[in-house]
């Protein structure tokens, strides 16, 4: 590990693009009061502070204005529709803007994409080895279900995920998640499945599999 000097982290730095050193069509895309609206396909409208409506295809690298399809210039607004796909104000294309159902966070999730939505630190996906945060267990995941941990009923107790001893302290509204235990799943045909909330299980990297090994 290499550890930064203090005297190299004191730098003062603007986070914001120094628009003097910008080209004019750039100092105006960050400056100029617009309203980007994604399109069908890879198609964003934008809207400028005169009115005017322009389609910009940004896997085309085109804009409907004067700027671009006559004079070939790579106009303001597909610089535009570029910060504010980058600054996740909008989605790029082929996702869609949407609020995480475990934390609330906006996320882009791909079209038509089934629920649940989730975030890229909540997401997890069939298959994905988790670890227990209470026991330390490792487990594999096989689905992650849109119904909250008070409203899922264990069939072996009669109780919610929610209700379930070791599950307090957990939000109740947490996902539910279905896992095996990782030992019964390499070993056995069919492996028994348990209900988890979401937020009492993290994503085992790549990384401490193989340092750690299965456990």
Known sequence: MTLIELSADRQHTALAPDLRSLPDRAARAWTERMAVRPRAGSTYAVTTESDSTYLVDIAQHSCSCPDNRIRGEHCKHLRRVAIEITARRVAPPGKERATCDACGTVTFVAAAAQTPHLCGRCRLETGDIVQDRESDDRLVVTAVTDTPADD????????????????????????????????????????????????????????????????
């Open 152 to 215: 899922w009923t264990i069939e072996a107790t009669g109780e919610t995920v929610a209700d379930y001893d070791t599950n307090d302290g957990y939000p109740s509204d947490d996902l539910v998640v279905l896992v095996t235990y990782l030992s019964d799943a390499v070993r056995a045909t069919d492996p028994r499945e348990y209900a988890f909330p979401l937020s009492r299980l993290r994503r085992v990297e790549d990384a401490e599999l193989v340092s750690g090994g299965a456990q």
